[in-house]
């Protein structure tokens, strides 16, 4: 195996990259709820969802680490192309077995490949194409274009319908030219230059068990995956806190807008911070400021509080997610960065699937409060995790 060349983002590379991360998110945050809705529509009960959250889920979950050793061996270019297709044909198959639940299971299944290949090899090509000196600021530039397909995306329901269900063929015809669109721009971006393997570089052919025990990649890996899964929790059981409480759905709504506006936000200003306070401390208070954030939901708080509190939330974790992707890259080899992505993927799945189901029994106790006071918790474990971080100025 080869070893890659250090090489800085190239301008028209990075440009075309964050095209694709935005089109790619646009998607899967289109396609995604449509197709859940066009279960309901179908008549199915709900016990269909978890089926379907599960084939999005899996597949990826077992593919990941497949998908990180290819990227280290041929290169970035082809696994966005196999993503681009894959996701074409998620979007071809919702179209036309659009009233088949088994049809609807496949599309989605596709779509969960197709953003795991396209984001292994956006994520690989960012870790080794931006020099270290800028990681913090190109990664929190990456994690802005995706945030904003995940914001657009959403649009697509809107798009006019015989019914109240979003019409999902329509949505899977956007997405199929959205799809279209994602492959012709990985065609056109280059993977980051091969060179003769380094010296030293055999240690490193090993696998997930040695990336694991290097210094610093366990640690990133659970900061990445608690702050992660915090947000699915708030989207879970904010719903549920609301109607605890009394609150409309208007507040609900308006916690969303702030919290997303607001991690929009940190991540453009994110090369400011960590060069004026040094990556580590951004990372350990990004992680309290959110613990303490979501500790406040625990309390019955007026709702304006609430809504403060989501701005927040969504400033101090939408630090620490892209300055996860920069610790994971300065602890881990150039020549194995692409499992190192696909490794993160994996732990984010995995904290994904069990933080959730150790909150639901919290949940049955002591309602959505009691949620958010766990979350908070974790979130002050993912804080204390991340003084272990390189404090290299960003």
């Given at each position: ?164 269900a979003p019409p999902l063929r329509l949505v899977a015809l956007a997405t199929t030219a959205l799809a279209v669109i994602v492959l012709l721009l990985s065609f056109g971006i280059r993977s980051v230059p091969l060179a003769p393997a380094s ?68 991540r453009l200003c994110l090369g400011i911070l960590t060069r004026r306070f040094g990556r580590r401390a951004v990372l350990v208070v990004g992680g309290l400021l959110a613990a303490g954030a979501l500790t406040v939901l625990a309390f019955p708080?007026?709702p304006a509080v609430l809504v403060a509190a989501g701005a927040l939330y969504g400033l101090a974790a939408g630090t620490v997610q892209p300055l996860t992707m920069s610790w994971m890259t300065l602890v881990t080899a150039r020549e194995q ?58």
């Amino acid at each position: 195996m080869r070893a890659r060349t250090p090489a800085a983002a190239r301008p028209r590379g990075l440009i075309l990259l964050l095209l694709h991360a935005v089109c790619v998110q646009l998607v899967s945050y289109g396609l995604r709820p449509a197709i859940s809705y066009e279960i309901l529509e179908l008549g199915l009960d709900a016990a269909w969802l978890g089926i379907a959250a599960t084939a999005f889920a899996l597949p990826p979950l077992l593919l990941a680490l497949p998908s990180g050793r290819l990227v280290d061996r041929l290169g970035e270019r082809g696994m966005l192309v196999a993503g681009g297709g894959t996701l074409a044909a998620a979007s071809i198959v919702a179209l036309c077995f659009a009233e088949s639940a088994l049809g609807l299971i496949v599309a989605t299944a596709l779509l969960g490949l197709g953003v795991l290949f396209s984001v292994v090899g956006e994520q690989s090509w960012v870790m080794r194409g931006a020099s270290d000196s800028r990681l913090d600021s190109t990664f929190g530039v990456y994690t802005f274009a995706t945030s904003t397909g995940q914001m657009l995306g959403p649009l697509l329901l809107l798009l006019p319908a015989p019914s109240d269900a979003p019409p999902l063929r329509l949505v899977a015809l956007a997405t199929t030219a959205l799809a279209v669109i994602v492959l012709l721009l990985s065609f056109g971006i280059r993977s980051v230059p091969l060179a003769p393997a380094s010296e030293g570089s055999a240690e490193h052919r090993s696998g997930v068990i040695p990336l694991l025990r290097r210094p610093g990649v366990f640690s990133a890996l659970v900061a990445s995956s608690i702050v992660l899964t915090s947000l699915d929790l708030v989207l879970a059981y904010l719903p549920l806190l609301a109607g605890e409480r009394g609150i409309a759905a208007v507040w609900v709504s308006a916690f969303l807008v702030a919290r997303g506006a607001a991690t929009m936000l940190s991540r453009l200003c994110l090369g400011i911070l960590t060069r004026r306070f040094g990556r580590r401390a951004v990372l350990v208070v990004g992680g309290l400021l959110a613990a303490g954030a979501l500790t406040v939901l625990a309390f019955p708080v007026p709702p304006a509080v609430l809504v403060a509190a989501g701005a927040l939330y969504g400033l101090a974790a939408g630090t620490v997610q892209p300055l996860t992707m920069s610790w994971m890259t300065l602890v881990t080899a150039r020549e194995q960065r692409g499992m190192a992505a696909s490794l993160r993927l994996v732990g984010n799945r995995v904290g994904q699937t069990v933080i959730p189901l150790a909150v639901a029994v919290v949940s049955t106790a002591t309602g959505a409060a009691g949620v958010f006071a766990v979350t908070g918790a974790a979130l002050l474990v993912s804080a204390v995790m991340s003084r272990s971080a390189p404090d290299d100025q960003g």
